[in-house]
């Protein structure tokens, strides 16, 4: 059996089993993808969430408004991984428009986690994550804009990255927060993950915010860590994580000491002014971005008794209830008596949190090493009746996409059976060094055990 009808084979399994990571999976579509016989990802079949454009797939953005919208085109980065040889399989289940932490905001019903059926995968791309760390294929598209990557990464036990701001092309990502989104890798090893962003990374005239640079191109993993400052910043290592997340940093640290290198506490003091910052700036360019969904131009029309009436019952029925409250929250932000008090405040925040991180990097300090996730993944419902609750998830992970700087999280250990995550933070640009250190610590902890 080749990689490809195995794959399908898994997926299909996964889905019999009501794992729903996936969004109208067609076993004759996947068969029917072109892909090239040679380059580095030859045969490889992938996932890729359902915001990002894959001609011959739909691309529902887990939302009704684009229920039965196909696309008609192929995203930058699917062009890339084709070129690379790879097959696209599935589309994955995500949170509505990439809104959300848990994958339960889809309209296509929420997404089970791998281990426990009873706890969420994490989200937004919480279908990719659990695909990946079911062994159905070996990597995944996602997209983070606040954290959807590392987060379900560090929920499933699987690797999740990141990459800086501008390294890969948002060509065909559907646009939620475009300052901080960027396309994100779901896989089952740290040198996987870096093979599929070699490929999709580098500069494309589609998409001018990507950096005029090189392709990344992954170096051998470092065998020692000496001469290597890695920062632990204070901000993250509250009483507010649960104990075994603790505990699975803690013996993650002590890896990278007997690797040799050199660990120093740090502060990032503006840390927490990075949720109420990142929900003021996303649903404000989320409510801009989502405008043009308007009963007209793609997917949903109800039709009502005049112009505005039709937008109103196309928009009202088409997107689900924390897509519309980010449009409420985005236009009210934006709106002209609170502009100053809530945009430009928050942009002024955005600044500050970005300067954290360039102080400590410049202060010497290479890499910085944090929990994913203040807990493991949490029951099915928890969170949804308390939205402030959801985005808590994302402490850890929404400061770096503020700041556009490249993160990895990898599995350190589990924790009662579930998976805990540790991240690495680098400089904009330097996805050589996060790789190359996060695989040294892949090969020093045993990703499956428990931490304590
Ligand atoms: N959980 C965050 C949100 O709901 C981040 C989402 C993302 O990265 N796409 O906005």
């Keep these: 059996?080749?990689?490809?009808?195995?794959?399908?084979?898994?997926?299909?399994?996964?889905?019999?089993?009501?794992?729903?990571?996936?969004?109208?999976?067609?076993?004759?579509?996947?068969?029917?993808?072109?892909?090239?016989?040679?380059?580095?990802?030859?045969?490889?079949?992938?996932?890729?969430?359902?915001?990002?454009?894959?001609?011959?797939?739909?691309?529902?953005c887990g939302s009704r408004m684009l229920g039965g919208y196909r696309s008609p085109f192929d995203a930058t980065a699917i062009q890339r991984l084709r070129d690379a040889g790879a097959c696209i399989v599935a589309?994955?289940?995500?949170?509505?428009?990439?809104?959300?932490?848990?994958?339960?905001?889809?309209?296509?019903?929420?997404?089970?986690?791998?281990?426990?059926?009873?706890?969420?995968?994490?989200?937004?791309?919480?279908?990719?994550?659990?695909?990946?760390?079911?062994?159905?294929?070996?990597?995944?598209?996602?997209?983070?804009?606040?954290g959807s990557v590392r987060q379900p990464a560090a929920f499933c036990g699987v690797v999740g990255v990141k990459p800086t701001y501008g390294r890969v092309s948002r060509y065909g990502l559907v646009a939620f927060g475009s300052s901080l989104d960027q396309i994100g890798i779901c896989a089952d090893s740290v040198s996987r993950a870096g093979r599929v962003l070699h490929v999709i990374s580098g500069r494309d005239p589609r998409d001018p915010s990507t950096a005029d640079r090189d392709p990344f191109v992954p170096a051998a993993a470092a065998t020692s860590l000496k001469g290597v400052c890695i920062g632990l910043p204070q901000e993250y290592l509250t009483d507010d994580m649960d104990a075994a997340v603790r505990a699975g940093v803690d013996r993650a640290v002590a890896r990278l000491r007997d690797l040799?290198?050199?660990?120093?506490?740090?502060?990032?003091?503006?840390?927490?002014?990075?949720?109420?910052?990142?929900?003021?700036?996303?649903?404000?360019?989320?409510?801009?971005?989502?405008?043009?969904?308007?009963?007209?131009?793609?997917?949903?029309?109800?039709?009502?008794?005049?112009?505005?009436?039709?937008?109103?019952?196309?928009?009202?029925?088409?997107?689900?209830?924390?897509?519309?409250?980010?449009?409420?929250?985005?236009?009210?932000?934006?709106?002209?008596?609170?502009?100053?008090?809530?945009?430009?405040?928050?942009?002024?925040?955005?600044?500050?949190?970005?300067?954290?991180?360039?102080?400590?990097?410049?202060?010497?300090?290479?890499?910085?090493?944090?929990?994913?996730?203040?807990?493991?993944?949490?029951?099915?419902?928890?969170?949804?009746?308390?939205?402030?609750?959801?985005?808590?998830?994302?402490?850890?992970?929404?400061?770096?996409?503020?700041?556009?700087?490249?993160?990895?999280?990898?599995?350190i250990g589990r924790a009662e059976g579930l998976p805990v995550g540790g991240q690495f933070i680098a400089p904009a640009f330097d996805e050589e060094r996060l790789f190359a250190v996060a695989e040294a610590l892949e090969r020093m902890v045993p990703a499956t055990e428990e931490v304590r």
């Design 260 to 411: 040799d290198a050199t660990i120093r506490d740090v502060s990032l003091p503006h840390t927490h002014l990075a949720i109420p910052t990142y929900y003021v700036i996303a649903p404000a360019e989320a409510s801009s971005n989502l405008a043009r969904f308007d009963g007209v131009r793609y997917g949903l029309r109800v039709d009502g008794p005049d112009v505005r009436g039709m937008y109103r019952a196309s928009r009202g029925a088409g997107f689900g209830p924390e897509v519309q409250r980010r449009i409420l929250i985005g236009t009210y932000v934006l709106s002209s008596g609170y502009y100053d008090a809530y945009y430009r405040k928050a942009l002024i925040a955005r600044a500050r949190i970005a300067e954290d991180f360039d102080r400590v990097f410049r202060d010497g300090v290479d890499l910085l090493f944090t929990p994913t996730t203040p807990t493991t993944a949490f029951a099915l419902g928890a969170r949804t009746t308390d939205p402030v609750q959801m985005y808590l998830a994302d402490v850890f992970t929404a400061p770096v996409n503020l700041a556009g700087v490249p993160a990895l999280s990898l599995p």
């Design 1 to 60: 059996m080749t990689d490809l009808e195995a794959s399908i084979t898994r997926i299909a399994t996964l889905e019999s089993e009501g794992m729903n990571a996936t969004i109208g999976f067609d076993t004759a579509a996947a068969r029917a993808q072109p892909h090239a016989d040679t380059g580095p990802l030859a045969g490889i079949p992938l996932a890729v969430k359902d915001n990002i454009a894959v001609r011959g797939f739909g691309l529902t």
């Design 91 to 146: 589309k994955t289940n995500l949170d509505e428009f990439a809104m959300g932490s848990s994958t339960e905001h889809s309209a296509f019903g929420p997404v089970r986690h791998p281990i426990d059926p009873t706890r969420v995968p994490g989200g937004s791309s919480g279908g990719s994550a659990a695909i990946v760390a079911s062994g159905a294929v070996p990597a995944a598209l996602g997209s983070e804009t606040g």
